[in-house]
């Protein structure tokens, strides 16, 4: 992984540790689009009193608007967790190009774990799971160890 894509999962991370401060499970996400940030968010669904409003759905509605386009061919998503079932079939359908994730979530993800959405899509970008995957596992932990 090259130290430019390395240096947008910091910055995903940095908006996962933002998040904690709104009371929001600590996920960021970071959209590129020709090595330019083209959105950046965390998860909002206590803020916004919405549920779908996590990091990637947020993500790809600023991308999608940015770009004025509703396909995502040429972008990157870097997230801080490996995305649920409804963050990955909206990839899909959002046709992302490629997709780099944190933290592997063995019990709510529908990347590698559960559905394993792309594995039924139209759609199958690039994966890459893992980055930075202890920093962005041990907020996580933290966070939901404070909320117990």
């Known amino acids: 992984m090259t130290s430019i894509a390395m240096n947008y999962m910091y910055q995903a991370l940095k908006l996962a540790k933002h998040a ?3 009371d929001e499970v600590p996920v960021g996400a970071i959209l590129v689009a020709n090595e330019h ?3 950046q968010t965390h998860n909002q669904c206590v803020v916004d009193q919405n549920s779908l409003h996590h990091a990637e759905m947020l993500a790809i509605h ?3 608007t940015h770009l ?12 801080t967790l490996e995305p649920c079932p409804m963050c990955a079939a909206a990839l899909a359908q959002a046709r992302i190009g490629k ?3 944190g933290a592997y979530d063995p019990k709510s993800g529908g990347i590698e774990h559960g559905p394993k959405i792309f594995d039924h899509s139209h759609h199958q ?10 920093e962005c596992a041990d907020l996580l932990i933290k966070f939901f160890k404070e909320k117990r």
Not at 68 to 79: G, H, I, K, M, S
């Open 62 to 64: 600023q991308g999608i």
């Open 99 to 101: 997709l780099i994730f």
């Open 68 to 79: 004025q386009t509703p396909y995502l061919n040429e972008c990157t998503l870097y997230v």
């Open 37 to 39: 940030i083209i959105a």
């Open 125 to 134: 970008p690039e994966i890459i799971g893992g980055v930075l995957e202890q």
């Open 20 to 22: 904690v401060h709104h």
